[in-house]
């Protein structure tokens, strides 16, 4: 059975193929397309970490980072589990293995916890996916800074607790 168009039918077929209707459907696209974009390169919500309540039980010894003598040195753990232990103002000494042998080097000693900062979450399609574990603030002196700082980025480090 064959269905004859009607009035209405044709004259809707002409409004769906009007100049204002293509616009509309072009500026809808458009949209579509800007609201995918945004989302494709948001980050996405990060959960809380265990190392934000670590921040929130910080100790008034914390505020040794800024004493005049003492800088505040960026580290990642060999062991990301290690930095679960830790907490502001817990007093560590940073070690790391020296080359060849199996002996070990104090790189600082008493150094002070002054923050733990989560990971980045896993990575994008523009950095490495790779990462790093939870960066930990050690306050040092301000003579072994540079040395912590440098070894830390060359070698794995680890802390022992006081």
């Known amino acids: 059975m064959r269905f004859l168009p009607s009035p209405v039918r044709n004259r809707l077929r002409f409004r769906l193929r009007g100049k204002r ?15 995918a974009a945004v989302l494709a390169v948001r980050p996405a919500a990060s959960p809380p970490t265990s190392a934000e309540p670590a921040r929130a039980r910080a100790s008034p ?28 103002g817990t007093r560590v000494d940073v070690v790391t293995a020296d080359d060849g ?8 000693s008493m150094a002070t916890v002054v923050d733990i900062r989560p990971p980045p979450d896993g990575g994008s399609r523009f950095t490495s ?18 040395q912590v700082a440098a070894l830390s980025l060359r070698k794995l480090v680890t802390v022992t607790l006081r």
Do not use: C
């Open 21 to 35: 209707f293509l616009l509309a459907r072009r500026a809808f696209a458009v949209g579509l397309l800007l609201v």
């Open 129 to 146: 996916g790779e990462s790093k574990g939870p960066l930990v603030l050690i306050a040092v002196p301000t003579d072994t800074a540079t």
């Open 61 to 88: 010894d914390v505020s040794t980072a800024r004493q005049p003598g003492l800088s505040t040195v960026p580290i990642h753990l060999a062991d990301a589990s290690v930095a679960d232990l830790l907490t502001p």
């Open 101 to 108: 042998d199996l002996s070990r080097r104090v790189v600082a």
